[in-house]
């Protein structure tokens, strides 16, 4: 039984739904001066719908969750609060997916009241629609049941937490794994297979971060 409902997202889908997203934009007559990527998730996407609609000026704000550190809510905030001038500007604010909508929020909210575009528009490949707390201008694909889209961008580092998450939750009862158990516990959790390669080197991060003690082919669950 899967865990975590999880589709695996190729670098072609991204092509495709980036040009898709580029012309939904098109078809309604708005024309970006400038596109504003939401850092991270955003920044490739920003960058294809750039080359698809041909605008030249791209630039980011990074907005984020985070946890504090006595606090189990999780608050988004403008990591680097910078000003740009904006004023007479057409904006597009660009991320990869809108789920609870919290970071998109609170950058547009930043853009609007700091960089006071002429107007701002916001457009993501994906909104999952159930939980979103708002709706982007454009979007390409909606999406009605909430799962985690593993983008190619975060491929390493969701393999790390994956891989992360589901030791910790086995480990209670079994510390020592090899290769192919590991690897077959993570497709039941997660329904997807990230390839030997994306494997390999989060395993190998797992045990620079100390998570885990390879020794003779074998992995130890050290926490
Ligand atoms: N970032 C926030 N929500 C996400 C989701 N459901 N899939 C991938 N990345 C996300």
Redesign the pocket.
Known sequence: MVKVPTKLVTWDEIVEWSMGLAEVIKSSGFRPDVVVAVSR?GYIPARLVCDFMLVDNLISIQSQHWTEAAKVAEKALIKYPYKVDLSGQRALLVD??V?TGDTLILARDFILSEWKPKELKIAALQW?SPVAKIKPDFYYIEVKD????Q?PWTRHEDTVQFIKRALSEEGKSKKVWSFEEIRNVFIEYYGIDVGEVYFKLALKSLVDLGFLKEEGGKYFIKV
């Open positions: 998730g990869d997916i789920d999952i909430w799962m985690w889209f983008y």
